[in-house]
């Protein structure tokens, strides 16, 4: 039954169906051949309503809106100016400008696709103007994006913790530091690639110029402020976190900026309904399925197959990395996550690894994938935007990929990375 189950998944995806597809069909197939055919339809009905129902998830459609408002309004461009004014003098400043502005952005958006149209659209041609390779370009954008998925809010945390039952809040502040981290990372090859490569600087901005930089970013700041402050300070669940959000950026837009109107509004809000309706389909067939997959012991034959049993936790992270890592650079990180997370759930419960870590270090993997050749979703959203060839957007990835692995690597070894701001903000 399994090998049915995913060789009729495989062939669905090689036709060229979208990801929905090949989940129904596998959970179809599933609840057919084991559970005694068309009769237990509405248990499967009852699987996908009960992946849709935690109310954790109504985050997801309330942070896709406010980035979408945001992307759309002057939000991003302030935030970008914000940085430039202070680091974009420095050697390869204006790289890590734009390493700087994928993370602002990221502690607003969630999601890697919006933060690589927010800024990759404004900076990219200001760093061929100054001299920047364009596969240097492409590779640090895709892959700066990647700490949106890390730096709260994130929308891969979100689904994570609501498939596992991990707490969302405590996943949010455990990506911080490994955000961060890769943020300086990026920034010392940025500098590295200026030096060799006679990258010449942008002028110096005055410290005038620099205030005013800093009073028209003051609001668009406050979106990192409300859900880390407000998390952390227990004033929001993430949920509500999210809610505030969506007010604080029409706010923004509307009242105080003025940028966007009410058609430009409906447009915003049609895009986010489109975007979450495909979501929602994605995560209440992978409860489907993951439901099917439990009651087949397809789990347990599978990481029996491997030998999981024996390996300490050491083992089981590096095992649980390479198979986030390999899944994503194939098939989009929601369906990843929400395939192998039941999968492992019981490894992960048997060997004691905290949960929040295991998410961290999942989160951090897809991100990898997402930007990662053949099939990362983020190389192939670079290619709509920048309207370039595929060879030229992956180019350059090598050595971000090899910086992002060497902290997942870092993670493994070093756990507190993670888990020191969690442990501090909610020490018991």
Not at 216 to 222: E, F, I, V, Y
Request: glycine share 10%; hydrophobic share 55%; charged share 10%.
């Amino acid at each position: 039954m399994a090998v049915t189950i995913f060789a009729v998944m495989i062939v669905l995806l090689l036709l060229g169906f979208p990801m929905m597809i090949p989940l129904l069909a596998g959970a179809l197939i599933g609840f057919v051949g084991l559970f005694g055919g068309l009769s237990q339809l509405d248990t499967m009905v009852q699987q996908v309503l009960a992946g849709i129902r935690p109310a954790s998830l109504i985050a997801v459609p309330m942070f896709i809106f406010a980035a979408d408002v945001m992307t759309r309004g002057q939000s991003a461009n302030r935030l970008i100016d914000l940085v430039m004014a202070f680091v974009g003098h420095l050697k390869g400043g204006l790289a890590v400008s734009t390493a700087t502005a994928c993370t602002l952005f990221g502690a607003v958006s969630g999601s890697t696709q919006a933060t690589v149209v927010a800024v990759g659209g404004p900076l990219r041609p200001r760093m061929l103007k100054a001299g920047y390779n364009d596969s240097f370009v492409l590779a640090l954008i895709i892959n700066a994006s990647d700490i949106a998925f890390l730096i709260p809010p994130s929308i891969g945390m979100i689904i994570y913790g609501v498939v596992s039952g991990t707490s969302i809040s405590e996943l949010f502040i455990a990506g911080i530091g490994p955000g961060l981290l890769i943020l300086l990372l990026f920034s010392i090859y940025s500098y590295i690639y200026a030096v060799r490569n006679h990258v010449p600087t942008e002028p110096r901005t005055s410290w005038a110029e620099r205030a005013t930089a800093m009073r028209r970013a003051l609001w668009p700041l406050g979106f990192p402020v409300i859900i880390v402050g407000g998390i952390y300070g227990g004033v929001f669940s993430p949920t509500e976190a999210a809610a505030a959000c969506v007010l604080y950026a029409l706010i923004l837009e509307m009242v105080i900026f003025r940028e966007m109107n009410l058609k430009q509004l409906y447009a915003t809000a049609k895009s986010t309904g489109l975007i979450t309706a495909v979501v929602f389909i994605l995560v209440g067939a992978g409860a489907a399925f993951s439901y099917v997959i439990s009651f087949a012991q397809i789990p347990q034959a599978i990481l029996g197959g491997i030998g999981i049993d024996e390996m300490g936790p050491y083992g089981v992270l590096f095992t649980i990395s390479v198979a986030f890592f390999i899944g994503c650079m194939f098939v989009d990180p929601i369906v990843v996550i929400l395939i192998l997370v039941p999968i492992f759930a019981p490894v992960v419960k048997s060997v004691g690894l905290d949960p929040v870590l295991v998410g961290t270090i999942i989160t951090l993997q897809v991100a990898i994938g997402s930007a990662t050749p053949p099939f990362g979703c983020d190389i192939f959203t670079a290619i709509a935007i920048f309207k370039r060839p595929y060879a030229e957007v992956v180019r350059g990835t090598p050595p971000f990929i090899l910086m992002l692995l060497g902290m997942s690597v870092a993670l493994i070894f070093f756990p507190q990375i993670a888990l020191f701001l969690r442990d501090l903000a909610f020490a018991k």
